[in-house]
Nanobody, 120 residues
Framework: QVQLVESGGGVVQAGGSLRLSCVASGRTFSNYAVGWFRQAPGKEREFVTFINRSGGTYYADSVKGRFTISRDNAKNTVFLQMNSLKPEDTAVYYC??????????????WGQGTQVTVSS
């Protein structure tokens, strides 16, 4: 089992920045790919980005150039640096871990989510 806890969400003005953290406990974190997803009210959960076990990354077009995912395996933590935030980035952000890095929400483990609100 892997337990994931997100933090770092909050309220920020458009154009601002936030850094989300996803801290893992349980099994060896470096063996897992980690993805970030988000879900806005009334919308389906959507893919944001992932980082695979070797550090390779992939981003949704909507966040490319603004968001950066990174991982610190020594601290069992994945970060999501979000810059130039827009009101449409408002959502609950979830991190997820699994054996395969994928855009699909088919990861084995999920955090509880952290709210990000971007005001215009």
């Amino acid at each position: 089992q892997v337990q994931l806890v997100e933090s770092g969400g909050g309220v920020v003005q458009a154009g601002g920045s936030l850094r989300l953290s996803c801290v893992a406990s349980g099994r060896t974190f470096s063996n897992y790919a980690v993805g970030w997803f988000r879900q806005a009210p009334g919308k389906e959960r959507e893919f944001v980005t992932f980082i695979n076990r070797s550090g390779g990354t992939y981003y949704a077009d909507s966040v490319k150039g603004r968001f950066t995912i990174s991982r610190d395996n020594a601290k069992n933590t994945v970060f999501l640096q979000m810059n130039s935030l827009k009101p449409e980035d408002t959502a609950v952000y979830y991190c997820a871990a699994g054996r395969l890095a994928t855009m699909s929400p088919s990861y084995d483990y999920w955090g509880q989510g952290t709210q990000v609100t971007v005001s215009s």
